[in-house]
């Protein structure tokens, strides 16, 4: 059972450039979530995705899109990289219900230069 | 989105027991109380959560306040391998579902 697998675990980017990070899922979750964590702060909420088909903003969603066309994958797409997203990425997946738990995947360092 | 209040850090002794407060004070009836933990760089995990009652499980205990207006996750006995951040989280399905992470707790574990 491998949970919640994110790739790749690192990336450099310089700054204008594009790319996907990749989020799958095997546990048939409805909601799926990603995340960005900067150095010494909390995780920050940046697209999040109630089913396939659906997604919805989070916190901080401006330079990110996301699509959901399966229930198991939730890629996020950095559209034009810049400095300010370098961070850690974590997706995350559950149950639909308030009380489901949730389970992260081990996150992406992206640098942005 | 409801919010929660916790400590910035607290410190313990190996093998005492811990107990990290949340105050949710506009916590409306609907809304489940998490807690998760991050380990030093790795994602966060799930640790217990409740709704109304106390709930134990192998990795914790959560006691809620009968107004609900505050929880706390206990720790029975502090390894050094608990030293993590604890986010205490409300989830209800009026704002999606979401998990919305604040700053949360930074437990030292002290040998």
Known sequence: NAGVTQTPKFQVLKTGQSMTLQCAQDMNHEYMSWYRQDPGMGLRLIHYSVGAGITDQGEVPNGYNVSRSTTEDFPLRLLSAAPSQTSVYFCASSWGQSRAEAFFGQGTRLTVV | ?111
Not at chain 2, 68 to 75: D, F, G, N, P
């Open chain 2, 1 to 111: 989105d409801a919010k929660t209040t916790q400590p910035n850090s607290m410190e313990s002794n190996e093998e005492e027991p811990v107990h990290l407060p949340c105050n949710h004070s506009t916590i409306s009836g609907t809304d489940y109380i998490h807690w998760y933990r991050q380990l030093p760089s790795q994602g966060p995990e799930y640790v217990i959560h409740g709704l109304t009652s106390n709930v134990n499980n192998r990795m914790a205990s959560l006691a809620i306040a009968e107004d609900r207006k505050s929880s706390t996750l206990i720790l029975h006995r502090a390894t050094l391998r608990d030293a993590a951040v604890y986010y205490c989280i409300l989830r209800d399905m009026e704002y999606g579902n979401k998990l919305v992470f604040g700053a949360g707790t930074i437990l030292r574990v002290k040998s």
